[in-house]
């Protein structure tokens, strides 16, 4: 299939580049959330965590970036593998923790678990275990945008597996259709579960998924934090001035199996290896930050041992704060 | 006052609340332009913009999604799935997003969304355009689910269910929208105009969900029926001289557990309508109910007239439907025991 000529690959950026400031905080962020993930898997290990666990591992570049280019008001909403949205949102890692933990202090007491949980004050809209059952959620999100004329984006994540379900085309059609301000972006990971994109989808280049609607779509380097902000930077303005839905295609690859119970067997070491060695996008902003001579070594050390702490602190209070009380089982079901 | 059909009402209900609250918003198929497949929306686009009042593209999963996220961020969507048969695909969004988003944000967010449906058959639609799947909404704890019998009720819970914080399932029995249908196939249907319950105030008022109605007081057997049901027991009540206290329902989540206890605490019998499949159906949470409630005043088992466990049939539709034949058939047994 040709390129469709509302849709194309980003253009290589070589003129990327960003401020001291910002760089370091991009590494900041993108580590908090592989030192969370990393914890989070330990714990798991350990029995502390039962049942469901998505690590963001190898991803953190796609959310960081995005979030660096949100304005205030932007609703963020996403599928499973939500923690590092969490925590890019700014939610608090205590809560996430101990949420995954499954306790009172975790965002909805425990009830909702790693794939679960909300928060108003961060315009977090969740967390959500159904495979692309939260794509039409982020269409009526960005319904209420424009209703509201408030002028805020939804940026409404998912998966290259969710890509192929149905209710993910309706959204697309009905938010061009409607003008809706949503960027969807597609966190093309690679695998499906076990299931390899080439094993599954008829087109490889998911940011042709709305060529049928018409919606305009960039493929980016998702391993790269810049490349990630400045083309989240053009959907979002796109969205924002009311040209309707765009998509980006973030390529990214995920270290961990698909849930703590994967063993990943679809894939070879050298193929995690390869990425980890050649095309990880903390190292890959470390470079950055060394390159402009903006940190050191013992510099970015530092900062490593701020974020283990803060890891550390979350990990404590998810392991002390008590269960729900069991009457809360029968807590905000209904009015 | 004013007399109304039951589409007329939920027309009305609709209006009133859109004239009310800018919150709420009105869409799906052919609900715009085109007023509805049963007309219950004529007029609003008109009155209210194409903002407020609109066409979707036919995908149930669709509206119901884009519902779902409109009112986590402050509206009161009020969607229409052309016929209860097509929700199969909004299944998804109804239970596994609409119903638990409160539970799982630990109150932070609700969803104050109405979804109407038309439901139940008696109007030869076969097995696609004629199915009553209230017990698939009322197994889902997070959900609502209304089903009035007249246009009275019609527009007082309508108006109840866009202004609730819930997610509600309002199911319209479509053999009621123009007249009371009570199961006699072969004469003609009084039209609501002649009804009492025909008689609809023309402003804002609400029937508070989780209320049973009375509607016809008696000392020897409850029925418990909802929507088209209603009124098949009245008849059949006034045919067989059975002094029946018949209630309807009205919501069965919440369900009105009180009036049901008394009523059949009271007269030591029971008969469950309704039009849906057997197995499963809501009858067998309502035996429960009665059983578990009222055990030591019973005096006859428990009887349950309902659809078969069949595809709602083309051919045969009065058979497979429970006509007052059937209903009043169970009174009498019921008397016996």
């Known amino acids: 299939m040709p390129d469709d000529a509302s849709s194309k690959k980003a253009a290589q950026k070589s003129n990327l580049s960003a401020t001291k400031d910002e760089l370091l905080k991009y590494y900041r962020d993108m580590l908090l959330i592989r030192r969370f993930e990393e914890r989070a898997g330990q714990l798991y290990g350990m029995g502390h965590i039962g049942g469901f666990c998505?690590?963001?591992?190898?991803?953190?570049?796609?959310?960081?970036?995005?979030?660096?280019?949100?304005?205030?008001?932007?609703?963020?909403?996403?599928?499973?593998?939500?923690?590092?949205?969490?925590?890019?949102?700014g939610m608090d890692p205590k809560g996430v923790m101990a949420e995954l933990t499954g306790r009172e202090g975790g965002y909805s007491k425990g009830k909702g678990g790693s794939m679960h949980m909300f928060s108003k004050e961060k315009e977090f809209y969740g967390g959500h275990g159904i495979v692309g059952a939260q794509v039409p959620l982020g269409a009526g999100l960005a319904f209420a945008n424009h209703y509201r004329e408030d002028g805020r984006v939804s940026l409404t994540y998912f998966g290259d597996g969710a890509a192929n379900q149905g209710q993910v085309f309706e959204?697309?059609?009905?938010?061009?259709?409607?003008?809706?301000?949503?960027?969807?972006?597609?966190?093309?990971?690679?695998?499906?579960?076990?299931?390899?994109?080439?094993?599954?989808?008829?087109?490889?280049?998911?940011?042709?998924?709305?060529?049928?609607?018409?919606?305009?779509?960039?493929?980016?380097?998702?391993?790269?934090?810049?490349?990630?902000?400045?083309?989240?930077?053009?959907?979002?303005?796109?969205?924002?001035?009311?040209?309707?839905?765009?998509?980006?295609?973030?390529?990214?690859?995920?270290?961990?199996?698909?849930?703590?119970?994967?063993?990943?067997?679809?894939?070879?070491?050298?193929?995690?290896?390869?990425?980890?060695?050649?095309?990880?996008?903390?190292?890959?902003?470390?470079?950055?930050?060394?390159?402009?001579?903006?940190?050191?070594?013992?510099?970015?050390?530092?900062?490593?041992?701020?974020?283990?702490?803060?890891v550390k602190e979350a990990a404590d209070f998810a392991l002390e704060s008590p269960e729900p009380a069991p009457e809360e089982l029968y807590t905000d079901v209904l009015t | 006052m004013a007399r109304m059909t039951m589409i007329e009402a939920i027309r009305s209900a609709m209006d009133v609340c859109m004239e009310r609250d800018e919150r709420v918003v009105v869409y799906g198929e052919d609900v715009g332009y085109f007023g509805g497949v049963f007309r219950c929306t004529q007029g609003l686009q008109k009155k209210y913009g194409k903002h407020r009042c609109f066409d979707s593209p036919i995908n149930e999963s669709g509206i119901v999604g884009t519902a779902i996220g409109m009112a986590v961020y402050g509206l009161r969507p009020c969607v229409e799935i052309q016929f209860a048969d097509y929700m199969y695909p909004a299944y998804d969004q109804l239970t596994q997003e609409a119903a638990r988003i409160r539970y799982r944000s630990n109150n932070d967010f609700t969803v104050p969304m109405t979804v109407r449906m038309p439901t139940g058959g008696g109007i030869f639609g076969g097995q696609t355009h004629s199915q009553s799947p209230e017990a698939l909404f009322a197994h889902?704890?997070?959900?609502?689910?209304?089903?009035?019998?007249?246009?009275?009720?019609?527009?007082?819970?309508?108006?109840?269910?866009?202004?609730?914080?819930?997610?509600?399932?309002?199911?319209?029995?479509?053999?009621?929208?123009?007249?009371?249908?009570?199961?006699?196939?072969?004469?003609?249907?009084?039209?609501?105009?002649?009804?009492?319950?025909?008689?609809?105030?023309?402003?804002?008022?609400?029937?508070?969900?989780?209320?049973?109605?009375?509607?016809?007081?008696?000392?020897?057997?409850?029925?418990?029926?909802?929507?088209?049901?209603?009124?098949?027991?009245?008849?059949?009540?006034?045919?067989?001289?059975?002094?029946?206290?018949?209630?309807?329902?009205?919501?069965?989540?919440?369900?009105?557990?009180?009036?049901?206890?008394?009523?059949?605490?009271?007269t030591g019998r029971c008969v469950?309508?309704?039009?849906?499949?057997?197995?499963?159906?809501?009858?067998?949470?309502?035996?429960?109910?009665?059983?578990?409630?009222?055990?030591?005043?019973?005096?006859?088992?428990?009887?349950?007239?309902?659809?078969?466990?069949?595809?709602?049939?083309?051919?045969?539709?009065?058979?497979?439907?429970?006509g007052p034949a059937r209903v009043g058939a169970a009174l009498k047994k019921v008397m016996e025991g």
């Open chain 2, 140 to 266: 889902v704890c997070g959900l609502k689910t209304v089903i009035p019998s007249n246009p009275y009720d019609a527009k007082g819970l309508l108006i109840a269910a866009i202004e609730d914080d819930d997610p509600v399932i309002f199911l319209e029995p479509k053999r009621l929208y123009n007249g009371p249908f009570d199961g006699h196939y072969d004469q003609p249907v009084t039209p609501w105009k002649k009804h009492p319950l025909g008689e609809v105030p023309d402003g804002h008022y609400v029937e508070p969900l989780g209320k049973a109605a009375i509607r016809r007081e008696g000392e020897d057997v409850t029925v418990l029926a909802y929507g088209t049901m209603v009124h098949v027991a009245e008849a059949a009540a006034k045919e067989t001289g059975v002094d029946a206290e018949i209630i309807d329902l009205r919501t069965i989540v919440p369900l009105d557990f009180e009036a049901i206890e008394a009523s059949v605490r009271k």
């Open chain 1, 54 to 89: 998505h690590l963001y591992i190898g991803q953190e570049a796609v959310v960081v970036g995005v979030e660096a280019v949100k304005q205030p008001g932007d609703q963020t909403i996403t599928g499973y593998r939500d923690h590092g949205h969490m925590l890019a949102c």
């Open chain 2, 272 to 322: 469950i309508v309704h039009e849906a499949t057997r197995t499963c159906g809501f009858g067998a949470e309502l035996m429960a109910v009665v059983q578990e409630g009222c055990f030591y005043h019973l005096e006859a088992p428990v009887i349950r007239v309902t659809g078969w466990d069949t595809p709602y049939p083309h051919a045969h539709e009065w058979t497979y439907f429970p």
């Open chain 1, 171 to 310: 959204a697309m059609n009905m938010a061009q259709l409607w003008k809706l301000p949503v960027v969807f972006i597609i966190e093309n990971n690679q695998y499906a579960m076990g299931t390899s994109v080439k094993r599954s989808h008829s087109d490889t280049h998911l940011y042709r998924r709305g060529a049928a609607f018409g919606i305009p779509g960039m493929e980016v380097d998702g391993m790269d934090v810049l490349a990630v902000r400045e083309t989240a930077r053009e959907a979002i303005a796109h969205a924002r001035e009311g040209k309707g839905p765009y998509i980006l295609e973030m390529k990214t690859y995920r270290y961990r199996g698909h849930s703590m119970s994967d063993p990943a067997k679809y894939r070879t070491r050298e193929e995690v290896d390869n990425v980890r060695e050649h095309n990880d996008p903390i190292k890959r902003c470390e470079q950055r930050i060394f390159d402009a001579g903006y940190a050191d070594e013992a510099a970015l050390k530092d900062i490593d041992r701020e974020i283990r702490e803060i």
